[in-house]
């Protein structure tokens, strides 16, 4: 028996390190998944053995791809929890909370050597113990009894021609596992030496009645009995390709820029129009505009790409919050709705930190003890809802508890102390979202800054707006608090609004504008320092961008002016701009130097007159208009 | 039933791992002009095999919804396939799994991690062409 011990000859791993990475960075997400599985079947005294299949091949490919790159300490870390996988499903170790917890923490071990690999930063050492504690073995069996179920045979004899068509095991595989699961498959050799593969699906669809399973190369058959010993075949998807986010990036910018370009075609089409016949020219036009509908669909489908699930998101934050219960004696029970929900793969990456603290701070301030929960009447088990929901061009996160809520006396009192907040104004769910966010306000001494996390809620704030994102609030004592991310779908490619105020072009991103209307100059209320108008039977705040900017043309004042409003209700402003000059796509650049970076502005583009406009930074701008207000009755006094 | 055998030789992979197959691809690309499929289950390499005829197989054990073993088993009871070379790529250096895959009918038998100038010279050595050379 000889193992190839030496190393590799000419670093021949090294050219693989971003599959090896992108291929571990799946199978941890997988493997967390699956023990967040196991840790609840263990509670629900059941362990399906397929989970810990799927767990052992994880970290048998882990264990073979560390070797192959060279990296001995990940392949001996992945090798012993294999080991220990092995025991267990041999029957020779059980499974309970703390061979569980010895499982997580070397998989968090495992993530944090490869993180540091990554980044070549000092390697986290690894212990010299086995991966998960040893106790005597039990029975670990049982699959979870289901409802009456059917079951078919399906066979399928693959040709050249139905490969060509896209039927093929994979394809046939998916639409097994869209309706049902996968039983058992084998391969069968037929009379003339030709493979057929027979596979059993468990479903609740009649498959006999849909002829689509008994059509060219199909053959479905009903059978009577459902197995009770299974195995449901792990969802493999093999079809899958890696594409580095820096290439997508590239064929945004790409498509980006063919959408300017068309936008240019259009108009000097439209000014041909006195040099062309009209049947011509207007083909020209329908020629643009089909251009334009399929960049637009060619932009939807590169951006498509880039959309990863939140689950995975979620699931981290699962075991933050079994760590966190586990010391501090709480029981918290996680609720995650819209597990499957796409985002931005670069969006999800910088909303890691900021999800961490709210998840932290919810289960650390927001949700009481056992104790504290049933004085208060309570259910001792407190609930986290992570909830991700994808509206138009929005995904928004919610983060929730049924916690004891904030205490908004005792921070109004603070915000007050501080100079945070004039005597007389009320402190809504805005306000005091603005408040806690304030860099450094606390109303504890250190309790509610982490140490060593490094985010704050003033982070978490920052971050989502500079995502052109919105967080919103609200918290009632004793019921809990909710905190709500929106951020839109993808950053680079936007739809705005184009104003004008004196002269100067201005583009707003059009997912932080609620609506638009035109008002007479006489409707405008001056309330103290600040300008109110009547809308929609409230009092909206008005905020003038030509003052802001300090552009403020006189002969301007008297004429009809056009405002959008941008946030909901208490929260609501009207930003006052002299006119909406259009509506267009437009492809969002970040301004990168600090020197050059205005207040109000988020970035700059181009709309195809090859000449710069600036995007307004409407969040920047809400807070600069909300300070004003909540200073001003103060500075009155 | 013979089957014809290819122009250029035709390499099939079969590994679960993406990145093992690239790199197993890679290390086999000193062969010259051979062609390679890739298959990321035994299921999909038999459908491969079906569709168009391979000369070698590179083969991993374990893989899910069909191991290897069964892989190869399958293969050896095929007429057309009894005398495919297929090389068995696996971490499994026991010698319990080293038997058990010569008994199913491995041709060869290499652990990982591999030395990439060791599979070519394996693979080269049992490809056709150069057995009638």
Redesign the interface.
């Known amino acids: 028996m000889t193992t190839p011990d030496s190393e590799l000859p000419d670093n021949f791993g090294e050219q693989f390190l971003d599959d090896y990475f992108a291929e571990c960075d799946e199978h941890i997400a997988a493997v967390r998944r699956h023990l967040l599985a196991l840790d609840q079947q263990v509670g629900e005294g059941r362990i399906d053995s397929a989970l810990l299949d799927e767990l052992f091949r994880s970290f048998h490919t882990i264990k073979g791809i560390s070797g192959m790159v060279g990296f001995r300490e990940e392949e001996q870390l992945a090798h012993r929890i294999e080991d220990t996988l092995r025991a267990v499903r041999q029957g020779d170790l059980s499974v309970n909370v703390d061979s569980i917890d010895g499982l997580i923490e070397s998989v968090a071990l495992l993530d944090r050597r490869l993180a540091a690999r990554r980044s070549a930063a000092p390697l986290p050492v690894i212990p010299d113990e086995s991966a998960a504690a040893t106790l005597p073995p039990d029975a670990a069996a049982g699959a979870a009894g289901t409802g009456p179920l059917l079951t078919f045979t399906i066979e399928f004899t693959p040709t050249l021609a139905l490969a060509e068509r896209g039927i093929n095991i994979n394809s046939l595989r998916a639409r097994m596992q869209e309706i049902g699961e996968i039983l058992k498959s084998t391969p069968k050799v037929k009379g003339q030496g030709e493979i057929s593969f027979q596979f059993q699906v468990r479903t609740h669809v009649d498959l006999m009645a849909q002829p689509e399973w008994n059509s060219e190369g199909l053959q479905t058959k009903a059978e009577p009995h459902v197995p009770d010993t299974h195995r449901p075949a792990p969802k493999v998807a093999s079809n899958v390709v890696r594409v580095d986010l820096v290439r997508l990036d590239e064929l945004i910018r790409i498509v980006g820029e063919m959408v300017t370009s068309r936008a240019r075609m259009e108009d000097h089409v439209k000014q041909a129009r006195k040099n062309l016949p009209s049947p011509e020219w207007r083909a020209l036009i329908e020629s643009t505009q089909t251009m334009a509908r399929q960049l637009r669909d060619l932009r939807d489908g590169v951006m498509r790409v880039r959309m990863v699930q939140i689950g995975e998101i979620f699931d981290r934050m699962q075991f933050v919050v079994r760590d966190m219960a586990r010391e501090s004696g709480k029981r918290v029970i996680v609720d995650v709705v819209g597990h499957e929900t796409e985002i931005d793969k670069f969006l999800i990456e910088r909303l890691m930190d900021p999800l961490l603290h709210l998840v932290r701070n919810a289960v650390s301030h927001g949700l009481e003890n056992p104790d504290e929960r049933r004085s208060a009447g309570k259910l001792p088990e407190g609930h986290l809802t992570l909830r991700a929901t994808a509206v138009a061009e929005k995904v928004s996160i919610e983060i929730a508890d049924d916690g004891r809520g904030i205490d908004v006396e005792r921070v109004a009192e603070r915000a007050r102390a501080t100079g945070l907040l004039a005597p007389e104004v009320p402190l809504d769910d805005a306000r005091l979202l603005e408040v806690i966010c304030y860099p450094g306000f606390s109303t504890r001494a250190e309790a509610d800054r982490e140490s060593g996390r490094g985010v704050g809620m003033d982070v978490v704030k920052s971050t989502v707006e500079a995502l052109t994102g919105t967080l919103s609030f609200s918290t009632q004592r004793g019921q809990g608090s909710r905190f709500c991310i929106e951020v839109p779908l993808t950053l680079a490619l936007a739809n705005a609004l184009i104003v004008s105020v004196c002269g100067q072009t201005y583009a707003v991103p059009q997912s932080t504008v609620r609506e638009v209307f035109e008002v007479d100059p006489s409707a405008v209320r001056a309330l103290e320092r600040n300008e109110i108008i009547a809308h929609r039977g409230n009092a909206l705040p008005l905020f003038r961008l030509s003052k802001f900017f300090k552009l403020s043309e006189p002969n301007h004042w008297g004429r009809r002016f056009h405002v959008f409003v941008t946030g909901t209700g208490n929260n609501a402003l009207g930003i006052a701009v002299d006119r909406i000059v259009g509506h267009q796509e437009i492809v969002v650049r970040t301004i990168g130097d600090s020197l050059v970076q205005v207040p109000g502005i988020a970035g700059a583009t181009d709309l195809g007159d090859e000449k710069v406009v600036l995007i307004l930074d409407v969040p920047a701008l809400r807070r600069s208009a909300l300070q004003e207000r909540m200073m001003s009755v103060g500075n009155q006094a | 039933?013979l089957r014809p055998l290819a122009k250029t030789a035709h390499v099939l992979v079969v590994d679960?791992?993406?990145?093992?197959r690239?790199?197993i691809v890679?290390?086999l690309r000193g062969l010259g002009s051979v062609k390679f499929s890739e298959?990321?289950?035994g299921?999909?390499a038999?459908?491969l095999?079906?569709?168009?005829p391979i000369d070698l197989m590179v083969l991993d054990l374990?893989?899910?919804?069909?191991h290897g073993i069964e892989v190869l088993q399958?293969v050896r009871?095929?007429?057309?396939y009894r005398r495919l070379p297929v090389v068995v790529l696996t971490?499994r250096?026991?010698?319990a799994s080293?038997s058990e895959a010569a008994a199913s009918g491995a041709t060869d038998y290499m652990?990982?991690?591999?030395?990439?100038?060791?599979l070519l010279e394996l693979v080269r050595n049992l490809l056709p062409q150069s057995k009638e050379t």
């Open positions: 039933m679960d791992s993406p990145t093992m690239r790199m890679t290390a298959a990321g289950s299921l999909e038999l459908e095999m079906t569709l168009t374990n893989m899910p919804e069909m399958f009871a095929h007429s057309t971490t250096g026991d010698e080293r652990t990982k991690p591999f030395q990439a100038h060791e």
